[in-house]
């Protein structure tokens, strides 16, 4: 699958702090405009420790105070 490089990849959380406090879940709706910064792939949620990961590099991205960290650096690599 090749999905062109979005004009509206600002819209991952890299560097900027919503507008609003999430402290439990991240709303579904930002959530749905989440991808891997890697891959522009969708995520899932993860649980155990909380994380999105991607569906296609498997890179699961940290969870803090409710904010996904989407950072490479800060990513781990899971193999499922
Ligand atoms: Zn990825």
């Known amino acids: 699958m090749n999905i062109p490089f ?7 959380l890299a560097g900027q702090a919503p507008a609003y406090n ?15 910064p890697v891959c522009i792939q969708p995520l899932v949620r993860k649980d155990n420790p ?11 991205y940290p969870v803090r105070d409710g904010l996904a960290v989407m950072l490479v650096d ?5 193999p499922s």
């Open 6 to 12: 979005p004009d509206c990849v600002e819209l991952s």
């Open 22 to 36: 999430v402290t439990t879940m991240i709303p579904e709706d930002l959530f749905e405009l989440m991808a891997c």
């Open 50 to 60: 909380e994380g999105v990961q991607c569906t296609q590099c498997h890179r699961v």
């Open 74 to 78: 800060q990513a781990t690599i899971e």
